[in-house]
């Protein structure tokens, strides 16, 4: 038996360490362990609960609006806020832009390396590579020349020895798969991915006033003037504009992304058997169409239990708990206690070794994250875990394109429950966003039209016209999977804060009863070719998109210099 350690983690967003046991070459057991505190909930206790956003959309540098998003909910849950039907269009866009651009950039700048060997894109034939993007898609990038060219850029930087973010990897191992075309094929398009999303994105520099951390959000609604007479306005410029971009979005998605990653899957449809997890998959529902307090999301909430596509049970957030038996964290009631993030307790209590250590004492407590659970079990969550849940209940675009992509393939829906699975995933949302955000496009410009410029609720503002105490939970379906916000407000003040987000659920460690988190169980039964280089670990954790800043965050409370970045 070999014990493995990669640590840390790259291509995600904090730090993760992984801990594996392989035996008979695959993984039998693993752990997963965040390095980092978490202290934001702390830092907002005493504090106005309209600037909440401020803070927790600076947890993190990735995910940008999701915290803000999720707090604003959170609080104007408690106060009783309802923002005006502007207001809900803007966010939706916001959110949808989110994804889109963090789905593609995950694709290519995150996962793409794990299938990808970019040194093999040196043997390929520019030709051949043509033929094969012209079969694939009609992309008008794709003559033999162009990709002669992108051929020489890589060929320059390795004679230059100036690999940057490809220079520390496992090129030439076994498990590569694809022919040296298709290497090229990717690594070309790893390129145009950065410059897309670049433009892409400009959205939400219109939206919010800069990207990342937006500026426009507002309990009751958002900050940004909306009036197509108005110069210093969202008006008709900007509906052209965005519609522009979104036309930009259709393409590349439907002609880059969508096309590679079927391609790069068609090679590496054995990783539909592995990666599988817990098998119980939680969504919290996104993107309101109406305005009434219980309106139809256009994802759908739900719950699925072991793997069981013939029904979905519908969401209790009075379920949720978090564990802190194997986390470096105290509860005043006992580590065995479950708590309700409403009743949630940010404690730390580091107990680990001392850094640097070889291995961590796994039987003990091992990880900053927490573990959450729903009614008693760990559930996955992402974008498997929505396009599941939107299957299983019918969507029509999400079941047409699942469909699809199984014919494509020739798998089952079991290959859905793995690795490839999540990938896939990925991808189907993508196209399923970029294909339904010019709906909201349209009905603001509607909005405009007819007179309806109202984009905050001022009811609500004013401390005064609040409950003396409230709490409130605020719910968004981040990139990354479901994001919860809890908020307990006494005397127009926070008292309590808690934040659950998409990576502590997937990445947590075990709970009091010694359950594996999804991280942890996904890794079991994977295949590992080399304990020196296991590439096959990476590719099932950044199958899950881990993003460690939002689980856990680096607070020094006493403003001391942690850490200085020289700029050449």
């Not at 934001?40 to 803070?55: C, H, S, T, V, Y």
């Not at 564990?323 to 680990?352: F, Q, R, V």
């Not at 605020?474 to 127009?492: S, T």
């Not at 990445?507 to 080399?530: C, F, I, K, N, Q």
């Amino acid at each position: 038996m070999t014990h493995i350690v990669v640590d840390p983690v790259t291509r995600i967003e904090g730090h993760l360490r992984i801990e594996a046991e392989v035996d008979g070459g695959q993984v039998s057991n693993a752990w997963s362990s965040s390095t980092m505190f978490r202290g934001i909930e702390i830092i907002l206790q005493g504090r106005d609960p309209r600037d909440a956003w401020a803070f927790t959309q600076r947890i993190c540098g990735v995910c940008t609006t999701v915290h803000a998003i999720a707090s604003i909910r959170a609080v104007e849950n408690a106060i009783g806020a309802k923002p005006p039907p502007n207001a809900r269009i803007l966010r939706n866009l916001i959110i949808a832009s989110q994804c889109i651009q963090d789905h593609v950039i995950h694709f290519y700048h995150l996962h793409a390396l794990d299938w990808v060997d970019i040194v093999s894109a040196l043997k390929a034939d520019p030709a051949g590579t043509s033929t094969l993007a012209q079969s694939i898609s009609n992309w008008p990038k794709s003559s033999t020349t162009y990709f002669k060219g992108i051929q020489d850029r890589i060929k320059g930087l390795v004679d230059r020895g100036q690999l940057g973010p490809f220079g520390n990897a496992y090129w030439g191992h076994p498990a590569y798969k694809l022919p040296p075309e298709a290497n090229l094929m990717a690594v070309a398009h790893y390129l145009e991915a950065l410059d897309w999303q670049r433009e892409f994105i400009k959205m939400h520099a219109i939206l919010g006033g800069k990207n990342p951390h937006l500026q426009s959000f507002l309990v009751g609604g958002m900050a940004t003037p909306v009036d197509p007479n108005a110069q210093a306005a969202l008006n008709v410029h900007s509906i052209a504009a965005f519609k522009d971009m979104i036309a930009g979005a259709k393409q590349f998605v439907s002609q880059v992304y969508i096309p590679d990653l079927l391609a790069v899957a068609s090679f590496y449809k054995d990783w539909a058997g592995y990666g599988a997890g817990v098998g119980n998959y939680m969504v919290y529902g996104e993107y309101p169409l109406n305005d009434e307090s219980n309106s139809p999301l256009f994802i759908p909430s739900g719950i699925i239990r072991n793997r069981d596509i013939s029904k979905v049970e519908a969401f209790d957030a009075s379920k949720i708990t978090e564990h802190i038996k194997h986390s470096w964290y105290d509860y005043a009631e006992g580590d065995d206690k479950a708590l309700h993030p409403s009743a949630g307790e940010t404690k730390p209590n580091y107990t680990g070794p001392e850094p640097p250590y070889e291995r961590l004492n796994t039987s003990e407590k091992y990880s900053w994250l927490k573990s959450p659970r729903y009614d008693g079990v760990p559930m996955e969550v992402g974008p498997l875990s929505r396009m599941l849940v939107s299957y299983v209940q019918g969507h029509e675009q999400v079941t047409g394109l699942v469909n699809a992509v199984l014919k494509k393939l020739e798998v089952g829906p079991a290959a859905l429950f793995s690795t490839l699975g999540r990938v896939a995933a990925r991808g189907i949302e993508t196209q399923i966003l970029v294909d339904k955000i010019g709906d909201w496009v349209d009905e603001l410009a509607a909005n405009m039209g007819s007179g309806e410029l109202r984009i905050h609720d001022n009811s609500k503002w004013e401390p005064s016209s609040w409950p003396k105490e409230s709490t409130g939970a605020g719910f968004h379906e981040a990139p990354r999977g479901a994001l919860g916000h809890w908020v307990h407000i006494k005397d127009a003040k926070i008292n309590r804060y808690q934040c659950v987000v998409p990576s502590t659920w997937n990445a947590g460690p075990r709970d009091a009863g010694d359950t594996p988190g999804p991280y942890e169980a996904a890794l079991v039964g994977t295949p590992v070719a080399d304990p020196e280089q296991p590439i096959e670990i990476l590719r099932t954790v950044h199958s899950f998109d881990p993003c460690m800043a939002c689980g856990v965050h680096v607070v020094d409370t006493g403003g001391r210099e942690v850490t200085r970045v020289k700029a050449r």
